[in-house]
């Protein structure tokens, strides 16, 4: 099959301060209508505070390309690696809300 010369190649530049990236084991996740809003932040062990570390705002349409791009990428990741199991542990953020909403 010969490659069509009408498709257009998506070109990509990571910045060198950015190619190390950044660790988060923790995602807070708002929306309103027109945005979705996730924060990427680190809890560690012993600190009583979260750090986010990059807040990534994008429309609910990319949003949900993200949730399709991510759901295929686990299937092929559990397809060679193995099941992921969560071990029942579930995180809830309102755990962590206290005195009517305020955080503490």
Do not use: C, W
Request: aromatic content about 6%; overall charge neutral; charged content about 20%.
């Amino acid at each position: 099959m010969e490659p069509n010369n009408n498709q257009k190649q998506l070109q990509i530049e990571l910045k060198p301060e950015a190619s190390q990236g950044s660790y988060s084991n923790l995602a807070i996740i708002s929306h309103s209508k027109s945005e979705f809003v996730i924060d990427f932040a680190t809890m560690l062990p012993g600190l009583q505070k979260a750090l986010v570390g990059h807040r990534i705002i994008m429309t609910p349409e990319h949003a949900k390309r993200l949730l399709g791009a991510l759901q295929d990428n686990l299937q092929k990741y559990e397809n060679q690696f193995g099941k992921i199991d969560l071990g029942g542990l579930t995180f809830n953020l309102n755990d962590f809300i206290q005195n009517n909403g305020a955080k503490s």
